[in-house]
């Protein structure tokens, strides 16, 4: 064998290992911004179940606390806002805020003891306690598929391929200010 075909030979390997390596990181990419989504999707099923669940709580502490009719609007509005979001980053800022009106919708509860004892309410608020943890795991897996993916796209060499074929980072699903990191105040 002569240098020359040598040369040709490994110049040859060198191309075919490169074309392997961007195959195989190209589609690990994809793999994990399908799960990405796939992970939002689960999310927002669960978040589905919550604002099916807000306009019945809105209404009954409306029976019993009428004049709250700003807090109860706040929860309304933020919630008809939510539905209608269109990307992730939107969604999940619309959350942290629906988050913190269904505080204040338990801030006005706690003003009303009939309310309180009230079948009704007490049966919603175990129903939002429950899709609560719901969406707890569901953010937690969420954001665990977000961090993979993310890594992914910022290690070498993926980075390189995430570059040449447009692969963004995803935002995580986060807890914005400190009033948002506080507990909600629910009583069952």
Do not use: W
């Not at 929860?75 to 979001?85: F, H």
């Not at 665990?144 to 995580?172: D, T």
């Amino acid at each position: 064998m002569t240098t020359t075909t040598i040369c040709i030979l490994i110049a040859v390997a060198a191309v075919v290992i490169m074309a392997i390596l961007l195959l195989t990181g190209y589609n690990s990419l994809v793999r994990l911004n399908n799960k990405v989504k796939e992970a939002f999707s689960t999310m927002d099923v669960t978040l589905k179940k919550r604002y099916d669940l807000i306009p019945a709580l809105v209404e009954v502490v409306k029976g019993y606390a009428g004049h709250e009719s700003e807090t109860l609007q706040r929860v309304t509005r933020m919630r008809s806002d939510a539905v209608l979001k269109g990307n992730m980053q939107q969604q999940i800022d619309s959350e942290v805020g629906i988050s913190a009106a269904l505080r204040g919708i338990f801030v006005v509860a706690e003003d009303y003891p009939d309310l309180k004892a009230n079948t009704n309410f007490l049966q919603l608020q175990e129903q939002l306690a429950r899709i609560e943890d719901e969406i707890a795991r569901s953010r937690r897996y969420y954001n665990g598929s977000v961090r993979e993916y993310n890594n992914r796209c910022q290690i070498f060499p993926f980075n390189i391929i995430a570059g040449l074929f447009g692969f963004k980072p995803m935002p995580m699903f986060a807890v914005g200010s400190n009033e948002e990191r506080q507990a909600v105040n629910v009583n069952l």
